[in-house]
């Protein structure tokens, strides 16, 4: 059924010119996927009286949240891997062996319901496909790029590899992953009406073959597709390229040309400013996942010296096992706090460059920008409608300094979203998802935990656990 709506009432932030494009007495019509106008209140109502009216008053209505990079099959081991040291091999590897398709699907359901609960409309997620998972987002009524990740580790990962060892490459299994990639890819790129694209994702550039880098970059330019990779992503990562190639990732990644407008690179956490400046100016974008990293490793990437020097940073939830959850204004409030504090500056990372870091920069990033992350005619109606008489979101000023933006990223917990479109249909109402069953995703979500739990206990190699200490200990 068409949608011809118009939401009234509301403080509008289009994330037009330079800032967040603030508009009152402005209303937003909806007609099928698109945002049809944008305009005076009065004038809009006039020219659309048989609309049916969404009442905005006392709420925020801004573009629709970008969570850039996720791992979502991860939701159902949240919690299992925090504050350790060797977080991959020591705490998570050892869970992540025994991740079968149900685990998998039931944590992509609970990662999307989480996620789409708190206004989350556009999901990057990268993992390893499995039967369903395009499926999963289809039904859910989201928008996604989806990266089937490409690397050639032997059968178990990481797990039971000891730090400091330089670990074996496959060529076969990295040569069939990537085929398994790009026929995924010429599957679902443009799919669900072109809800869903597609990005080819070598996992890192220690997980595969410098020969097989460059044949991801040779069938990227050639089907124009994006490349989704972890990069400079650990000290592991570093140690490996130095063994392998006596460089660090950077300058590899450079010297292989891949380093350019074509690549979205995550995390940089081992990257220095003057590397991230570089990597910047040859047209790499990036996403910073700010939540997972301080958890993770301690770190706060030199984000702010890729964007000083130009380019655009979305961000990204990471996954839940090392996040602890998919919340993007948990990410915005984060990134803003853990900027100032690494720079010694409050002015670093305002609140309203940060939120369209979540709508905008990282529509920019994903190469969506002439799809979403702005409120304007003709772009598809991907909104949230937050409310702001919630407590914490209370007062409401607008003169002589308008306080919603710095209350919605330094305040809200996403509790506060009322309404969610994505393409024009609603798929949260009240608060409440429409597109899943929440009870039967969290029912799910535990007993796959469970299951994988079981398995984890009886594999010797689950000995070498870190956390196992302070569980013995009762300290956890």
């Known amino acids: 059924m068409a949608t011809r709506e118009i939401i009234t009432g509301a403080h509008v932030f289009t994330m037009e010119g330079e800032g967040v494009g603030y508009l009152a007495d402005t209303a937003v019509v909806i007609e099928d996927d698109r945002i049809a106008a944008v305009g005076p209140e009065a004038e809009l109502l006039a020219r659309h009286p048989d609309h049916a009216r969404i009442d905005g008053r006392g709420c925020a209505l ?18 299992v891997a925090q504050d350790v ?25 609970l990662n999307i319901l989480e996620a789409l609960r708190s206004g989350t409309t556009t999901f990057g997620d990268y993992t390893r496909p499995y039967p369903g998972w395009a499926e999963t987002f289809v039904d859910a009524g989201v928008r996604a790029v989806l990266t089937p990740t490409i690397n050639a580790l032997p059968p178990g990962g990481m797990a039971g590899w000891r730090v400091g060892d330089l670990y074996p490459l496959d060529d076969g299994i990295g040569r069939r992953a990537i085929e398994r990639a790009v026929a995924f890819c010429r599957d679902w790129d443009g799919a669900a009406d072109g809800r869903i694209s597609a990005m080819l994702g070598p996992q890192a550039a220690d997980m595969v073959t410098r020969e097989q880098l460059i044949e991801i970059r040779r069938i990227a330019e050639r089907e124009d597709w994006l490349i989704h990779m972890h990069v400079a992503q650990g000290d592991r990562e570093m140690e490996q390229l130095q063994q392998r190639y006596g460089v660090r990732t950077p300058a590899f990644l450079d010297d292989i040309g891949l380093l350019d407008e074509r690549l979205l690179a995550v995390h940089l956490t081992e990257a220095t400013e003057a590397e991230a400046e570089q990597m910047a100016l040859t047209g790499t974008r990036m996403v910073l996942c700010s939540g997972s990293i301080g958890i993770i490793d301690g770190i706060v990437p030199p984000a702010h010296a890729f964007r000083r020097a130009g380019g655009p940073v979305a961000l990204g939830s990471d996954q839940a096992s090392g996040n602890n959850c998919s919340n993007l204004f948990n990410e915005m409030k984060l990134t803003a706090l853990f900027n100032k504090i690494r720079h010694r500056d409050p ?127 009762g300290r956890l």
Do not use: C, F, K
């Open 85 to 109: 040291a060797h977080w991959m091999q020591r705490a998570l590897a050892p869970y992540t062996r025994h991740l079968d398709r149900a685990a998998s699907l039931a944590g992509t359901r």
């Open 62 to 79: 801004i573009p629709g949240l970008i969570d850039a990079h996720m791992h979502t099959p991860l939701a159902v081991l949240r919690g």
């Open 347 to 473: 002015t670093v990372m305002p609140a309203w460059e940060v939120l369209r870091m979540a709508t905008l920069e990282g529509a920019r990033a994903l190469g969506l920008d002439d799809r979403v992350g702005r409120i304007h005619p003709g772009l598809q109606a991907d909104l949230v409608l937050v409310d702001l008489a919630e407590p914490n979101l209370t007062p409401v000023l607008g003169d002589p300094v308008r306080n919603i933006v710095p209350n919605l990223v330094y305040a809200a917990t996403g509790r506060e979203v009322r309404q969610v479109w994505v393409a024009g249909r609603t798929v949260v109402a009240e608060g409440r998802v429409l597109t899943l069953d929440g009870e039967s995703v969290v029912a799910d979500a535990q007993a796959q935990a469970l299951a994988v739990s079981r398995s984890v206990a009886a594999d010797p190699d689950h000995r070498q656990m870190v956390l196992l200490e302070p569980m013995d200990s």
